[in-house]
């Protein structure tokens, strides 16, 4: 069974510019969630979604960042005008009921 | 609010040491608690999990206990190894959410020499 995929694994982006992170939960999970680790620092909860819902987005910024979850494809958090506070790892997990199953994340670099 | 606390790192260990690395925990309730590894470049693993007061958890030769009366669940390991060195999270669930919305500590980092 393939575990939690993301990609891109590093993504780079100058500021201003848009990042676009992808997230497939594993197969037969419905629930989504998106943290995002700062350097030296714990997760960070930021979303929740089952599919074509948002649960709970208690912990996403309210300007610039927004999250999908489609009835086909994959979950995308994506980040407008990208500032270099934005630099940090994005981990997506998912779960059917529990636990939550994290996948390798994805760095993003702002220049 | 819910918070988790952590031992601050790095832990330096020799091999075969025994290990404890401390996690206190405020909620209310009673939260499911967690402990995650995460080895350097990859993502998190669940490591083990209590669900209830007094339960242990266990796995690969880690123990933690849900300890309600003094709000902790303490990882601990007879003998580590040197495969054993990577970034330890403690994590809670808030009662009544099912296992969302994961509150974790700021991660403990063990390095275990041969």
């Known amino acids: 069974n393939a575990g939690v995929m993301q990609n891109p694994r590093h993504l780079v982006r100058r500021r201003g510019q848009e990042a676009r992170l992808r997230c497939s939960p594993m197969?037969?999970?419905?629930?989504v969630y998106w943290y995002r680790q700062l350097p030296e620092e714990g997760l960070k909860f930021m979303v929740y979604l089952q599919k074509e819902n948002i649960i709970d987005e208690s912990g996403m910024p309210k300007e610039r960042f927004s999250a999908e979850f489609p009835k086909e494809g994959p979950s995308i958090l994506r980040i407008q005008q990208v500032v270099r506070g934005d630099s940090a790892a994005y981990f997506c997990?998912?779960?059917?009921?529990?636990?939550?199953?994290f996948g390798d994340g994805t760095r993003l670099s702002i220049l | 609010g819910n918070s988790v606390t952590q031992m601050e790192g790095p832990v330096t260990l020799s091999e075969e040491a025994f290990l404890t690395i401390n996690c206190t925990y405020t909620?209310?309730?009673?939260?499911?608690l967690f402990w995650y590894v995460q080895y350097p470049g990859e993502g998190l693993q669940l490591l083990l999990k209590a669900t209830k007061a007094d339960d242990k958890g266990s796995n690969k030769g880690f123990e933690a206990t849900y300890r309600k009366e003094t709000t902790s669940f303490h990882l601990e390991k007879g003998s580590v190894q040197v495969s054993d060195s990577a970034v330890y999270f403690c994590a809670l669930s808030p009662m009544n959410t099912g296992f969302q919305k994961l509150v974790f500590g700021t991660g403990t980092r063990l390095l275990v020499s041969p």
């Open positions: 997990a998912s779960s059917r009921d529990q636990p939550q199953h």
């Open positions: 909620a209310t309730g009673y939260p499911s």
């Open positions: 197969k037969g999970h419905s629930h």
